[in-house]
């Protein structure tokens, strides 16, 4: 006869190591994760709305918020314009579809080749990254504002003379970019002026050209 008692169903058993299984590991990640997404979410959803810009009407800030038109003035090339837009339109829009200043080009649209540089407040800037209501009251100036037939600025007179340009599309960021660039601590050497000058490209492959004309600039 065996010395081992029967086997009682109804006897408590020992406890084995807790040792989860590979399913119930995903099921407890796939919970843990769930969770912390709706609690992204909710935080998310409770973050106040940014901020609008100041505009000339107070009530403005509200109208921005919420996306509807809002009345700016922008001081384009010395002459002031009033317009009305949604919120979300950007300067390079703003002067292209809206004051009818086509110079200013719409390249990349990503801020990424140039081609939309324009000065604001004396300082160069990628209008397709820049929303019009931020400038309100701002002092800008692009190519048309810069020089005129008979009376070029001389960084345009340089392009001309050493043919800064092939297909022109990038030329009227390039000028106002290095227009820019004049006013600011950039070195002599021609390694300074192309990193200075990074910002700008011309697909064509025109740098050589470009970097004699600003030389001829920066030399008086």
């Known amino acids: 006869m065996s010395d081992t008692p029967p086997h009682d169903p109804h006897a408590p058993h020992d406890e084995a190591p807790t040792q989860p299984g590979r399913r119930s590991f995903l099921r407890v990640v796939g919970i843990t994760g769930a969770a912390s997404s709706v609690a992204f979410s909710a935080s998310g959803s409770a973050r106040a709305p940014l901020r609008a810009p100041v505009t000339a009407d107070g009530r403005d800030q509200e109208r921005a918020a919420a996306g509807e ?46 081609a939309c540089t324009v000065h604001v407040n004396g300082r160069r800037v990628n209008s397709c990254l820049s929303l019009a209501l931020m400038h309100d009251g701002d002092e800008i100036t692009t190519i048309e504002g810069l020089g005129r037939p008979g009376q070029l600025h001389p960084m345009q007179h340089a392009f001309l003379e050493h043919d800064g340009y092939q297909c022109g599309y990038c030329t009227s960021g390039q000028i106002m970019s290095a227009t ?28 050589a050209n470009i970097l004699a004309a600003i030389k001829q600039v920066r030399e008086g």
Not at 75 to 83: D, I, S, T
Not at 181 to 199: N, Q, T, Y
């Open 69 to 114: 038109a809002v009345s700016i003035t922008l001081k384009v090339n010395g002459r002031p314009h009033r317009l009305k837009l949604d919120p979300r339109t950007t300067l390079l829009d703003t002067l292209r579809e809206h004051i009818g200043l086509t110079g200013t080009k719409k390249g990349c649209d990503h801020g990424q080749c140039g």
């Open 180 to 207: 820019a660039m004049l006013k600011e601590p950039v070195g002599k050497s021609d390694a300074d002026v192309r990193e200075a000058m990074s910002g700008n490209i011309c697909r064509c492959g025109a740098y």
